[in-house]
Every structure is written in C-alpha cells, then in structure tokens.
C-alpha cells in the first residue's frame, strides 16, 4: 500500500511561512513537504510578490515546482488561518503568555487526532520569519506553540529545516494513523538463491563447518568445549539463505583443501 499526497488525510496540512524573505528557503519549504507528502503551502505577505518564480526558490524546491506554483499569497495571517480548524505555532521562543507548549511530536500527534475525530478539518503550522521568528500577536491566532526540543545551547534551526521537522512528525502521526506502513517498498523479484535456507541445509553446513574448524586446528575434536553450540547460535540467528549457506560450505571446502596441501604428512 502506498501513501502519497493524494492520500485525503493529507490535503488537510497546511503549512504557513509568515512574511519570508529569501526565495531559498521557499524553494526549499516546498521541497520539504512535497517529500514527506504534503501539497499546502501559503506565504503570507512575502517581501517580493514575485518570491514563489525567484531563480533561487526554483533550485531549492528541487523538483517540488508543482508545490511551489501552487503556493497560496495570503495578505495577513488571519486570511490564511481563514479555513483552519487548528493551528500550531512553531517557535524556540519560550511564552509566559499564550497558548500551550508541546513539542512537535505532541503538537503531531494531536492534529492526527483532532482529523480522526473532524475528519473536514484543516490544520496549520505557521512559522515566522527567518530574522525574528514568529511575534505574539500571531502566535496568540494560534490554539498551541509547538517546539522542536533541539540542542537548547544552539536550537538555532532554518525556517525550512524546522518546517522539514514538522512534516515528518505529521507524516509519522497520520501513518500511525491511518495504520499505513512508515516504510513503503516496491517488491522486485525474490530469488530462490535468496530465500531462507531450511534447517537441513543448515545442519549439513555446520556438520561441514565443524570438519573444516577441525581441519584448520581451530577445532579439538577432543575438546570441543562449547565451540559448535556457538556456532550454531550465531549462524540461527543469522537466518543464512540458500545462497549464504553455499557460499560457507564453498569456504568449509577452500579451508579443508589448504589444510591437506600444508599438513605435516604432506610436506615430509
């Protein structure tokens, strides 16, 4: 099952960027949602009209062109909270007034659940600018601050790295969700040679493994101690496949035929 951007659940994120400055990192906002499944991305009231075609937001959006074209331009934070039933406020500022701090991976897990309980709603994460960050007035718009618990000598983050930050906690949630896989794969073709080994196969490789520690000397027959008990813990827990057991019997056969050519009766 794959989980994209036409995943409904998905549609309801989006991410506010209030008054950006450097194309860069609109470029590179787009990309960062783009890549964790997200498609909303509003500017409200960037410093250039023009900042969504700026070269530089072209090359740092990275193939995510789609996303960037369809940015929204809101004139104030109020118009673009306008359809959103949610908002956080992601800042590493502290507040001793305003709403409700959680980190990230709680402000994540709640939006999930406050779209399994009103699945029409909309949620937000808005960010500040990349000098000064987010100002009361617009944190105040928002139901909960949420921060990203960085290193707290130097939780310096770009506002695109942080809006990365927040799209993965929000892809986790709403997988977790959803109850969708956290990791998709495309299934190529399984060989045989790759297929786990049988315990048959298994138990001819050590009585063969055992031969050819006892050829090299590793081995006392005599004395063999805890030895091959070992052994067959280690190579269980690996799981070998058809392919790795002939590989090892090959390195038994090689081990066997080094110690007939250099043995005392053959040398003398």
């Known amino acids: 099952m794959t989980t994209t951007q036409n995943e409904p659940l998905f549609n309801h994120i989006r991410f506010i960027m209030v008054e950006p400055s450097h194309p860069g990192n609109v470029g590179a906002a787009a990309r960062a949602i783009?890549?964790?499944?997200?498609?909303?991305?509003?500017?409200?009231?960037?410093?250039?009209?023009?900042?969504?075609?700026?070269e530089n937001a072209i090359a740092m959006a990275s193939g995510a062109t789609d996303v960037l074209e369809n940015t929204t331009i809101a004139d104030s934070l109020e118009q673009a909270l306008a359809p959103v039933s949610l908002a956080f406020a992601l800042t590493a500022r502290p507040r001793y007034i305003g709403p409700p701090p959680?980190?990230?991976?709680?402000?994540?897990?709640?939006?999930?659940?406050?779209?399994?309980?009103?699945?029409?709603?909309?949620?937000?994460?808005?960010?500040?600018?990349?000098?000064?960050?987010?100002?009361?007035?617009?944190?105040?718009?928002?139901?909960?601050?949420?921060?990203?618990?960085a290193n707290p000598e130097y939780s310096s983050l770009n506002v695109a790295q942080a809006l990365q930050l927040a799209a993965w906690e929000l892809r986790y949630a709403l997988l977790e969700q959803l109850d969708f896989p956290l990791v998709v794969k495309t299934p190529g073709k399984i060989l045989e040679a790759d297929l786990p080994a049988t315990q048959s196969e298994?138990?001819?490789?050590?009585?063969?493994?055992?031969?050819?520690?006892?050829?090299?000397?590793?081995?006392?027959?005599n004395h063999p101690k805890k030895l091959m008990v070992r052994m067959q813990q280690l190579f269980t827990r690996s799981q070998l496949s058809h392919a790795e057991v002939a590989m090892l019997r090959g390195v038994c056969t090689a081990m066997m035929k080094t110690a007939r050519k250099i043995s005392p009766t053959t040398t003398s």
């Not at 783009?34 to 700026?54: E, R």
């Open 102 to 149: 959680k980190t990230i991976r709680e402000s994540a897990c709640i939006g999930a659940e406050h779209l399994r309980m009103h699945p029409s709603g909309q949620i937000a994460i808005v960010l500040g600018t990349e000098r000064t960050g987010l100002e009361n007035h617009a944190i105040n718009q928002c139901q909960y601050l949420c921060y990203i618990p």
């Open 34 to 54: 783009k890549t964790m499944g997200f498609q909303q991305l509003c500017l409200v009231n960037p410093k250039s009209p023009t900042i969504i075609t700026h």
């Open 202 to 221: 298994i138990q001819s490789f050590l009585t063969h493994w055992e031969q050819a520690l006892t050829a090299v000397d590793f081995l006392d027959p």
